[in-house]
């Protein structure tokens, strides 16, 4: 089973407007970190975001927030006033609690969202 | 503050042949890992190595190897090539503090075809 869930294969936005780019993810742990990441077309993952299962609040970093349902294992991005520059792949990702030491991250497979002008 | 750098950026080889990756870490990290991202796809997890000594590694066979050197940087060795491994590989650090929220830094990847 796909333990995370993206979708959206591709979304588009009108600059200046918001989007929520969907993720769901699968996880038996009571611990576990969800993570949002950019990939512009350079191909390096840029770290948006991060949101622990036990944090109360909604995650925020600047343009980026983190809509959080635990009940319904469900952790949308959120990317308000959008850019041109936000033109890319996002993925979301989860860590669970380590298996002997490892960090690895599961990724989805992604949303492509396109900025139009 | 120097970021992760991976080498070469592309490489073309055919099937059977052996192929090594590099990547150097970000300054203070220890940990590096690798992913293979096929096209359309999400990255999948290799392996990671903590401190010179692999300490996890996902669904690849034994042919994908790796090695990491004392000043941190490491390399990933794919043995007798298929076409299938054809995909763009990452490189991934961090400052092994272990915690769920630990940040990977990653590199913008070597594109490696297999023909």
């Known amino acids: 089973a796909q333990k995370i869930t993206q979708t959206q294969p591709g979304m588009f936005v009108q600059e200046k407007e918001a989007v929520t780019l969907d993720c769901t993810y699968d996880?038996?742990?009571?611990?576990?970190?969800l993570f949002w990441y950019k990939q512009p077309s350079s191909g390096e993952m840029i770290f948006l975001i991060y949101q622990g299962s036990y944090d109360e609040q909604n995650a925020t970093e600047g343009r980026y927030s983190l809509n959080f349902q635990k009940a319904r294992k469900s952790a949308n991005l959120v990317i308000s006033a959008s850019q041109l520059g936000d033109s890319a792949m996002y993925f979301c990702?989860?860590?669970?609690?380590?298996?002997?030491?490892?960090?690895?991250?599961?990724f989805g497979k992604g949303t492509k969202l396109t900025v139009n002008p | 503050e120097t970021g992760v750098t991976q080498s070469p950026t592309h490489l073309i080889k055919t099937r059977g042949q052996q192929v090594t990756l590099r990547c150097s870490s970000q300054?203070?990290?220890?940990?590096v890992s690798w992913y293979q991202q096929a096209l359309g796809q999400g990255p999948q997890f290799i392996f990671q190595y903590y401190r010179e000594e692999e300490n996890g590694r996902g669904n690849f066979p034994p042919r994908f190897s790796g090695l990491q050197f004392p000043n941190y940087s490491s390399e990933l060795n794919v043995n007798a090539l298929e076409l299938d491994d054809s995909a763009l590989y990452l490189c991934?650090?961090?400052?092994?503090?272990?915690?769920?929220?630990?940040?990977?830094?990653f590199g913008s990847g070597t594109q490696l075809s297999v023909l």
């Open positions: 996880t038996s742990d009571q611990s576990y970190g």
């Open positions: 300054s203070g990290h220890n940990t």
């Open positions: 990702a989860m860590r669970e609690e380590p298996q002997g030491g490892s960090e690895k991250l599961v």
């Open positions: 991934a650090s961090s400052s092994g503090t272990g915690g769920l929220n630990e940040k990977l830094f």
